[in-house]
């Protein structure tokens, strides 16, 4: 399932980050994006929603 992931960077800017979360490392959260993999610290995630499900009933699940 994918989330869109809000985030603040060092600037103070909202990036929006598209992905399947994979799991927490320490204080990040590793996401699988379509070119790849990134590392989200946790603490500038501002707000996350699911986009899409497996079936009408599925709820993902952001952090592992």
Do not use: C
């Not at 992905?19 to 379509?34: C, I, M």
């Amino acid at each position: 399932m994918r989330f869109a992931i809000d985030t603040l960077d060092e600037a103070g800017n909202s990036r929006i980050f598209i992905g399947v979360p994979l799991g927490r490392s320490g204080d990040k959260l590793r996401v699988q994006l379509r070119n790849g993999e990134a590392e989200l610290d946790i603490d500038r995630i501002t707000d996350w929603f699911q986009i899409d499900q497996a079936t009408r009933e599925d709820r993902g699940e952001l952090f592992y």
